[in-house]
């Protein structure tokens, strides 16, 4: 039922659509599956993964890759395949809570961001989603890369609590490849790095205007928020990779006319 990926560029991304996802992940959760987790697609996080073997493992082994980025949608109708429409992080996060929320009992948990922010969520999650337990949070010291006494704390303190889903707030590909390392110990059902969401769930970052959000543009007020920090993704990252999904759509028509 769940077949249903295309490849781009080496990656299989999903082509369900976000209520499918959502569904995908209740299956997952309600029959007892362990360690199951999605990670988002952009240009900018196929062009890293190039340079990181270990986020390009965690990205070609999960369990679900969600087309987050306009890029993907564009590169997807490029090579004649079937992604329409984004789905973002922020949309797996809302949707899944929605229902979940329609059930008591599911257990979730939130790793990252700060102590503050996490103290936001849960107050908010309690208003929003109340029927969801919110059996933890965790707020790491700020590293570049954990080592093994901090990744054994982090899920001896999850583990403790049984959740059904973990919610990692890192950047990316931090919180990717640290779930890609630490998988196999967690004693949870489903996994979502779902980073900056942690953020614009709270308000502490503002989430660009759901008109940008619709037409592909979500980016560009983010880029002008943050320019240091964000341009390196829309102007080198974006870029490289078109080039080489034009590249893969000459590959594919020079193989068409041949056969």
Request: charged share 25%.
């Amino acid at each position: 039922m769940w077949d249903t990926d295309e490849i781009i560029l080496g990656y299989k991304i999903t082509t369900l659509s976000l209520q499918n996802c959502i569904q995908k992940i209740i299956d997952w959760i309600i029959s007892g599956e362990r360690q199951k987790y999605f990670v988002c697609a952009n240009p900018h996080s196929l062009e890293t993964a190039k340079k990181d073997v270990l986020f390009e493992r965690a990205l070609k082994e999960s369990d679900l890759v969600i087309p987050d980025g306009i890029g993907i949608v564009i590169a997807s109708i490029l090579l004649g395949g079937k992604i329409r429409h984004r789905i973002t992080g922020y949309d797996i996060f809302w949707n899944l809570s929605i229902e979940l929320n329609k059930s008591n009992g599911f257990r979730v948990f939130f790793l990252g961001s700060t102590d503050d922010n996490l103290k936001r969520i849960v107050e908010k999650m309690k208003i929003d989603f109340p029927n969801i337990k919110i059996v933890g949070t965790y707020s790491p010291l700020f590293k570049s890369v954990f080592s093994d006494e901090d990744n054994s704390v982090m899920v001896e303190v999850i583990n403790k609590t049984n959740p059904n889903i973990l919610w990692v707030g890192m950047t990316a590909p931090k919180q990717e490849t640290w779930i890609y390392r630490n998988k196999s110990f967690l004693n949870v059902n489903f996994i979502g790095p779902i980073g900056a969401v942690f953020d614009f769930y709270t308000g502490r970052i503002k989430r660009s205007h759901p008109i940008f959000q619709r037409v592909g543009l979500e980016w560009l007020p983010r880029l002008l928020r943050e320019p240091r920090r964000l341009w390196r993704r829309n102007f080198i990252s974006n870029p490289s990779f078109l080039l080489k999904v034009l590249q893969a759509k000459i590959n594919q028509r020079a193989k068409t006319s041949t056969s």
